[in-house]
């Protein structure tokens, strides 16, 4: 079993920027895909940037080229540089991980995007 301890989220304003980062422990090996799916109220939880074992990443449309995911392997923690923050990415973001078919969840850090 995985677990994943995220840190980073809070209130930022329009334009600014955040790191978030997330840290794998217990049963690490073999980790496939690290990344970061959020979810805004009453919307469904979409992905928004993962990276896989090796190094290909796959961001959603609509932080391309804003956000960036990033891995340590060595660190076994996987960090998303958010830039040019919108009000629309106000949500509760989650790590993830995808180890051997199997799914993890972080306990989810909220980013509040707001002046």
């Known amino acids: 079993q995985v677990q994943l301890v995220e840190s980073g989220g809070g209130l930022v304003q329009p334009g600014g920027s955040l790191r978030l980062s997330c840290a794998a422990s217990?049963?690490?090996?073999?980790?496939?895909?690290m990344g970061w799916y959020r979810q805004a109220p009453g919307k469904q939880r979409e992905l928004v940037a993962v990276?896989?074992?090796?190094?290909?990443?796959n961001y959603a449309d609509s932080v391309e080229g804003r956000f960036t995911i990033s891995r340590d392997k060595a660190k076994n923690t996987v960090y998303l540089q958010m830039n040019s923050l919108k009000p629309e990415d106000t949500a509760i973001y989650y790590c993830y991980v995808l180890k051997q078919g199997l799914s993890s969840w972080g306990q989810g850090t909220q980013v509040t995007v707001s002046s």
């Open positions: 217990g049963s690490i090996f073999s980790i496939n895909v």
């Open positions: 990276v896989t074992s090796l190094g290909s990443t």
